[in-house]
């Protein structure tokens, strides 16, 4: 059959069945590829339950990816259609977009510095701090972090006193999970010549015993212990930063937005360090957006970046998490109603209106987007009033500013002009497990029956994505928490505010590219978008809420690289 019979008509008086037949073979005479001939990929996964989280929230078995990019998900057409150097039985097991946790802190750990997360006593405390004094000698500075008197046997904070047991000729500085406040023991207070005189610094506050003699509790200014603590190099911080961003894998976080990066180098953590970072190591991490702490005009003007800027494994963020108030891990979140129990305390706020308004009119004239802290309903009102004035003096359509946390639910005005400038949110629905034991002592009625809402301001329209604050960093808690509403005690908090796992499982994978322009290029599993998903242990649509807890991530894939895998753990 000639080139010239078959697109000029020659087939158009034949039947169907030859018609077809004699058009594979004119197809095969002019070297186009048979209909049945397998498409190459990278990788092939299916027999699975592919949840897509695509506008249908679409469920499919199959996807093959190339080049780090998806180019088809379906049904078993799909497995059928493409043949891969890596092909995956899923064996029924989940596929989903990865994770994006759109607040989240990454540290390096200094030779001097002690993990408290795991830890479940004062006793087990006091021990881990024995141990780093063999170890570093007397004398040596000794910091360390995470821990959490809800998890502790004695079910109260540690004081200079139980820190002098064990470490009386060692400065002593430990930071509670959170960040909000920190306990020195009295070689450290001494070195910080904090006595039961000294005023409480700006923004912060010096807790006192019963003798009027400081506790060794700080609150928000954990650097008047900090500061005198020796600097590590980055080369030294270097391998356990690199091991802790690689950890998120295991969670089976993709993308996260990290919170209050330095522009400056050598200035603890910084965004060139990251960046070197992330020419080393980019391809085995998760991908990342890193927001950066006002550093003031003169110095935002003249390092000539702005939000945006980057590429798709590191981009510069927004301005934040520069905070509008401290945090219920102090407690110093600023509120509109006194605390429980504390007539007169509201926390306490940490800008001046103007002082608020330069920063963000400065940031506005640069193009930069802003998403600070605000975790009070008062500190939550007072962002929102500077937000709302800097986009009437400096309108942009489309500036994605948001807030940060969200906790206390503020006035139906402050969410009406949230609704109206769209003012989005990162919100952390796990705070509400993790903390319940301070909002239990701090709040009551109302706001502690709706701290960290879900629900309630989406129904107002507002747009909410979530991420962790590490409390913990794990997606599973924050599911739990957005789906069931219970703290540990077993509590529900405002049942009204349960969400539902389908919007849940959104807000943790599809909303969070939108807080940093890359909606197009991730968060759901469709043809075009970067290949970066998870296989799950448990299908999270079929397992009643109260176990979400228990699945477990197998496999990480970042651009269509398998970057973790549990069974080789």
Known sequence: MSRFNCQHGFLNGCGPAIRASLLGLCLTCLGAPASFAQKQADLLLYNGHVITVDDLFSIHTAAAVKNGVIVAVGDDN????????????????????????????????????IDLSGTTSIKELQDQLREKVK????????????????HFAEKRNPAK???????PDNPVVLTRAGGHSSVGNSKALQLAGITRSTPDPPQGLIEHGADGEPNGIIRERSDLYTKLVPRDTPAELRPTYVANLKSQLKLGITSMI?????????????????????????????????????PGPEKLKAWGRKTGDGDDRLRVGSIGETAFDGGF????????????????????????????????????????????HAIGDAAIQQ???????????????????????????????????MAKDNILIAQQPNFLYNLEGR?????EGAHLEHNNSVATPLGYG?????????????????????????????????????????????????????????EHKKGTLEAGKLADMIVLDQDPLAVAPEHIMDIKVDMTIVGGKILYDRSKD
């Open 78 to 113: 799909v497995r059928k259609g493409y043949t891969a150097a890596v092909s995956i039985d899923l064996r029924g097991r989940t596929l989903m977009p990865g994770f994006m946790d759109t607040h989240i802190h990454i540290q390096g750990a200094p030779k001097r510095w």
């Open 135 to 150: 170890k570093l000698g007397s004398g040596e500075w000794i910091t360390g972090s995470n821990w959490d008197e809800a």
């Open 161 to 167: 006193e139980d820190l002098d047991a064990a470490a």
């Open 258 to 294: 990290v919170a209050g990066a330095s522009i400056e180098e050598g200035q603890g953590f910084s965004y060139p360090e990251f960046q070197s970072i992330y020419k080393e190591y980019g391809a085995e991490l998760p991908r990342a957006a890193v927001q950066i702490g006002y």
């Open 329 to 372: 891990t102090g407690p110093t979140a600023w509120t509109l109603e006194d605390y429980k129990g504390q007539p007169g305390f509201r926390g306490r706020g940490r800008f001046t209106d103007q002082e608020a308004l330069e920063m963000v009119e400065t940031g506005a004239k640069l193009g930069w987007q802003f998403g600070v």
């Open 383 to 417: 962002a929102v009033r500077i937000y709302d004035q800097a986009l009437r003096n400096y309108p942009k359509e489309d500036h994605r500013w948001y807030l940060c946390h969200f906790t206390i639910m503020p006035p139906d005005e402050t969410i009406a002009i």
């Open 439 to 443: 909002y239990v002592a701090t709040l």
């Open 462 to 518: 507002l747009f909410m994505a979530f991420g962790s604050d590490n409390l913990p960093i794990g997606p599973m808690v924050g599911l739990y928490a957005a789906t069931t509403r219970r703290g540990p005690s077993g509590t529900v908090y405002g049942r009204d505010e349960k969400e539902n796992m389908v919007d849940a499982i959104r807000m943790y994978t599809r909303n969070g590219p939108y807080l940093t322009w890359e």
